[in-house]
């Protein structure tokens, strides 16, 4: 499976590492749409991450991101999807897990940073990634 040929792009990562940023470009590039979780999140609730956090803690935000996944895994359309720098640590999204139906590839994103100064992509650090692919079932 290559970029081409998956039905959605996972980009996963720190939070800050230049998920939604790398997202606009490959979209771009490839022509598919773009999802950013935590966006989408604040638009359907109409309060920030920072807000639900308050409201109901972490549980209640991985409950609601959780459905927002399910919702983007579910659509037809082949889309580059941003998530938040939680969501591989509590969803079904990882390479290893079996709860994709789907065929996708997931890339994470590190920032290695080259000078202590550095606070983004612009400032001299260099971006890594690592891709998995995952076979429809």
């Not at 998920?19 to 109409?46: F, M, N, P, R, V």
Request: glycine fraction near 8%.
């Amino acid at each position: 499976m290559t970029l081409h040929t998956a039905r959605h792009i996972f980009l996963l990562g720190m939070m800050g590492c230049g998920k939604t940023a790398t997202g606009k470009a490959l979209s771009d590039l490839l022509g598919y749409a773009l999802a950013d979780t935590d966006a989408l999140i604040e638009q359907y609730t109409h309060q920030t991450i920072t807000e639900l956090f308050a409201q109901g803690g972490e549980g209640y935000f991985r409950h609601i991101e959780a459905a927002c996944l399910r919702c983007l895994q579910s659509l037809s359309s082949p889309m580059v999807v941003a998530t938040g720098g939680g969501t591989p640590c509590f969803s079904t999204i990882s390479p290893k897990s079996t709860a994709l139906p789907i065929a996708v590839v997931s890339i994470w994103l590190c920032l290695l940073l080259a000078f202590p100064n550095a606070s983004g992509p612009s400032d001299n650090t260099a971006l890594c990634c690592k891709t998995y692919t995952r076979p429809p079932h």
